[in-house]
């Protein structure tokens, strides 16, 4: 309590990176300012959001991703305004997005970071006003600036991160990331145009009394996952599933709790996608003192074989995801 009163209010997001770039003697201001272009393309997809229900950004574009999604306009929208802004900001030489198939070379060869971008998350909540969000991912290239960035400069370990975070288009907007010294988190002020520091140090419980997953699924899961939700039941831990990964990690990273997509039928690898949703948000709850596997490994030490390879991802308070990962354990000898 007396650090937060020691902070100044109304830190704003430019601020904080400054100071925070000021930390790094080495640093040169460009993962800085590739933070800053993120953040205004967020902005600029906030305002499209807020306009979701008007006939001319809502509904279905009329193509499908490689994930075999129909994509909504604000898909599409989302992903050109990001993949803009990055090109535009001139940080980035190359960039794996949810919405394209194949990496996206920027025309920066000289920049040195790649992103990995999920623009918008929770597509399905998106027509009925439900909360949904942005996911990223920084990475170093492998490969000398100047050279034409490859596919060996995309597939990184996720412990090879230098920053991740998501935006959360909710009742208010937030931007929360981590560079690895802890988790902050920024709330809009849509009057002044600006995100303000409100949620410094993020910290999650070790253990919740919330866990989230599409019970719907319950017979395909694991029985190490059955197990699991019927221990949940017994405890009469509070069910709550919003169907925005975003919003559900959010909740739960705050209050305490944890959030499973296992492996099913129609999903047998899982469902969620390493590179733009597992690796980012594991980051985050590790800096938070959180965890995240998939089972049988933790998501930062995998090394993804495709840029849009998924995962089964069991994440949030570190005992609770410790027990169901103790529980696949079990049923695996
Ligand atoms: O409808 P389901 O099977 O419960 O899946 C919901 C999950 O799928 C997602 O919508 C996948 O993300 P996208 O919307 O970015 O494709 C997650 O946000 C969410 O947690
Ligand atoms: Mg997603
Ligand atoms: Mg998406």
Do not use: W
């Not at 990223?136 to 991740?164: C, E, H, N």
């Not at 190490?224 to 739960?252: M, P, T, W």
């Amino acid at each position: 309590m007396n650090d937060q009163l020691a902070l100044p209010v109304g830190i704003t997001l430019d601020r904080f990176i400054m100071r925070n770039e000021a930390d790094f003697p080495f640093a040169t201001g460009e993962l800085s300012q590739l933070l800053r272009d993120i953040a205004l393309a967020g902005k600029i997809v906030n305002r499209d959001i807020n306009r979701g229900g008007l006939s001319d950004i809502s509904g279905q574009f009329g193509s499908q991703n490689i994930q075999g999604e129909h994509q909504l306009k604000l898909d599409v929208i989302a992903n050109i305004r990001f993949i803009r802004a990055l090109k535009n900001g001139g940080e980035v030489c190359a960039i794996i997005s949810e919405e394209d198939t194949e990496l996206i070379p920027t025309g920066n060869n000289k920049a040195k970071y790649i992103v990995a971008i999920d623009p918008l998350d929770g597509s399905s909540n998106i027509d009925a006003n439900v909360s949904v969000g942005t996911i990223f991912s920084i990475y170093r290239r492998v490969t000398p600036t100047g050279t034409v960035p490859t596919i060996g400069d995309a597939l990184q370990k996720g412990d090879m991160q230098v920053a991740a975070g998501y935006i959360l288009y909710g009742s208010s907007t937030m931007l929360v990331y981590t560079t690895g010294r802890g988790v902050n988190g920024f709330t809009y002020d849509y009057s002044l145009g600006e995100f303000f520091l409100s949620h410094p140090q993020i910290r999650t419980a070790p253990v919740g009394n919330i866990y989230s997953c599409n019970e719907g699924n319950m017979d395909d899961f694991p029985v190490a996952v059955q197990q699991y939700l019927h221990k949940c039941r017994e405890q009469r831990l509070i069910g709550r599933y919003i169907g925005s990964l975003v919003g559900d990690f959010h909740r739960n990273l705050l209050k305490g709790g944890v959030y499973l997509y296992p492996a099913t039928l129609k999903n047998p690898e899982g469902k969620l996608r390493l590179m733009y949703e597992c690796f980012p948000l594991a980051y985050i709850v590790e800096q938070a003192g959180g965890a995240a596997c998939d089972g049988k490994r933790r998501i930062l030490d995998i090394m993804p074989d495709s840029m849009h390879q998924r995962a089964p991802l069991y994440i949030g308070s570190a005992k609770m995801v410790e027990d169901i990962y103790s529980l696949h354990f079990t049923h695996a000898s």
